[in-house]
């Protein structure tokens, strides 16, 4: 059985500067981020989810960065070390507002959305000011996003119209 060992670092001040948990020699935590790092006034600057050596969270972002007054920077989604999630971005940066700056849709570290831009970038009024459309990790036009996702509409519409026929 593997032990858990848990290294830190810290200010002259006494204050923590890092945190690191290791299993085997790789970073992993079962329970909370596996890497954390303080500012000097105590506030957390980011944490980073790891399992056997690789970023990896389930329910929510492996990584997130904060300003030293705690307002959340850059948020990532990841799944054995790729950039991964299903229901939303898996990168999102905000301004320091608040306000979403960039948002970018990946599928197992593929640029990816079925339901539109895979990468929007906002100006600090809210538009978006930018869309690039991919699928399956290739860069397409919006007219051909436009062509594929009312081809999938209508595909997805006769499976439901052929299984409500089998009822």
């Known amino acids: 059985m593997s032990i858990q060992t848990i290294r830190e670092t810290h200010y002259s001040n006494g204050a923590i500067r890092t945190r690191h948990r290791h299993r085997d020699s790789k970073f992993h935590c079962d329970a909370g981020p596996a890497i ?17 050596g690789r970023l990896h969270r389930e329910d929510g972002p492996a990584n997130e960065w904060f300003t030293p007054i705690g307002t959340l ?28 700056n960039i948002r970018e849709w990946y599928l ?32 397409i036009s919006k007219q051909e996003y436009q062509r594929q996702s009312a081809l999938m509409r209508l595909l997805s519409k006769n499976e439901d119209t052929q299984i409500l026929g089998a009822l």
């Open 36 to 52: 954390e790092y303080f500012y000097k006034n105590g506030s957390i600057q980011s944490t980073h989810y790891y399992s056997h």
């Open 73 to 100: 920077v850059t948020r990532v989604w990841q799944l054995n070390g790729k950039l991964h999630r299903i229901d939303g971005p898996a990168y999102e940066r905000f301004y320091p507002d608040g306000t979403i």
């Open 108 to 139: 197992n570290g593929n640029r990816h959305r079925v339901d539109g831009p895979a990468i929007e970038h906002f100006a600090p009024t809210g538009r978006c000011s930018t869309a690039t459309y991919y699928l399956n990790g290739q860069q």
